[in-house]
């Protein structure tokens, strides 16, 4: 059975590829930094089970941010104290769980202060250590960044207006408890190499303006990857470590990472085919069986990277315009314009490149359900991580 016989859509994830960046990223941080690192994979971003067991035997952590995805990694075997707990919106059990296995909790609100102080207090006998997410003015040390939001992020506690060192000083009174890191994950779209050397320059300023010995410090995700005109991680890790140097001690402080789409782009395509081809006011539109909902179903993006299959190989006139459309019914799913390209059939195939992060968990049930996602082992195999969904999944949880 090969890929080509197999019924579109499907997502592909080439395992030669994973491996590729798995080890750029390893190599990087150990030749930047030696052993003292963790690579803790960023759950959201693709969910798909197979792809987080297989993480977790190449020694990621899981990095979860809510209740349901720490009992998912759990299920799928990650130990308490391989699981990194970020975000806003913490379930207290979970954050109770975590904490007590030994995982990484990183502080973002301020409900968890309160949390904390309950927790060293039933446990006096215990030692905690938290991290604390820091929220700092990117825009204005970063000027030339393109920022996520226009207003700088929402997240962690913010330096600039006092409520950062206010947490500081409520966790330094706690007798059991120790502010063992920093987490600076701070998304941006231009995603330079320069913000990250800026923000490692933050965890040092802020290590020695508080005083704090920290044993680890964790940078997030936001990296580009799988895209050779873009930096890599060998551009990014080069720089944090560099920064990171000048402040902290290899042996002492462990560097994290939290990668979420740099790590699975190269490897994860999303195949289509032609279903028909309809001529209308002088425009050729290439009806298609994969959905913009499938590759951007936040309806951000315009560039779709892609490349053709065709099913036959022939004399094609070149058309003007064409304009590849998905497969859900509403107007606006349309993909993009193929211009002065050979003409497309019914049976060529549309294969979209780099389509893996926050695709297939994002994916909503809208017209067609979740389809199949397929893995290219090494050795040619391929194995099937997710069959295509159908009604049976869909009514299991539905009463009339
Ligand atoms: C805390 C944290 N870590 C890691 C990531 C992964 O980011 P990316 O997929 O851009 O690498 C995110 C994504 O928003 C995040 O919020």
Not at 46 to 56: G, I, R, S, V
Not at 69 to 98: C, Q, S
Request: hydrophobic share 35%.
């Amino acid at each position: 059975m090969t890929l080509t016989d197999m019924q579109t859509p499907f997502y592909r994830i080439k395992e030669a590829d994973l491996l590729y960046d798995i080890d750029l990223l390893q190599t990087a941080l150990s030749e930047n930094w030696g052993s003292n690192t963790i690579m803790s994979y960023s759950v959201k971003t693709n969910a798909l089970p197979w792809l987080l067991h297989y993480l977790k035997e190449k020694g990621f952590y899981a990095e979860v941010v809510s209740e349901m995805e720490y009992d998912l990694v759990r299920r799928l075997g990650f130990p308490g104290k391989h699981m990194i707990y970020n975000g806003p919106i913490k379930d207290k059990k979970t954050w109770e769980a975590v904490l007590l296995a030994g995982g990484l909790v990183n502080m973002d609100s301020t409900y968890e202060l309160d949390w904390i102080k309950e927790i060293s207090s039933l446990y006096p006998d215990r030692q905690f250590s938290v991290g604390l997410r820091v929220n700092c003015d990117i825009a204005v040390m970063c000027p030339q960044e393109e920022l996520a939001e226009e207003d700088g992020g929402r997240f962690g506690y913010c330096y600039e207006n006092g409520v950062l060192a206010d947490a500081i000083k409520r966790l330094d009174v706690l007798p059991n408890v120790t502010i063992a890191g920093l987490h600076l994950h701070s998304s941006t779209k231009s995603r330079s190499v320069e913000v990250y050397g800026t923000l490692a320059a933050m965890a040092c300023r802020l290590a020695k303006e508080f005083s704090l010995s920290l044993s680890y410090v964790d940078m997030g995700g936001g990296y580009f990857g799988g895209r050779d005109d873009r930096p890599g991680y060998p551009q990014y890790m080069q720089e944090i470590c560099r920064v990171l140097s000048s402040c902290f001690d290899r042996e002492k402080t462990t560097l994290i990472v939290e990668p979420g789409v740099s790590l699975i782009s190269r490897a994860t395509t999303f195949e289509t085919e032609i279903l028909d081809v309809k001529q209308i006011r002088g425009i050729t539109y290439l009806v298609t069986d994969g959905s913009r909902v499938n590759l951007n179903p936040q309806v951000t993006r315009h560039v779709y990277p892609h490349h053709i299959v065709y099913k036959q190989r022939i004399c094609r006139e070149a058309l003007p315009v064409q304009w590849v459309c998905g497969s859900t019914c509403m107007e606006y799913d349309r993909l993009f314009e193929l211009t002065d390209a050979p003409a497309l059939l019914p049976g060529d195939r549309i294969i979209y490149d780099t389509a893996g992060g926050y695709t297939i968990c994002l994916t909503p049930l809208f017209i067609h359900y979740f389809p199949a996602v397929y893995i290219e082992k090494t050795d040619g195999e391929i194995f099937t991580a997710r069959e295509p969904w159908g009604n049976d999944e869909y009514l299991q949880k539905y009463h009339w």
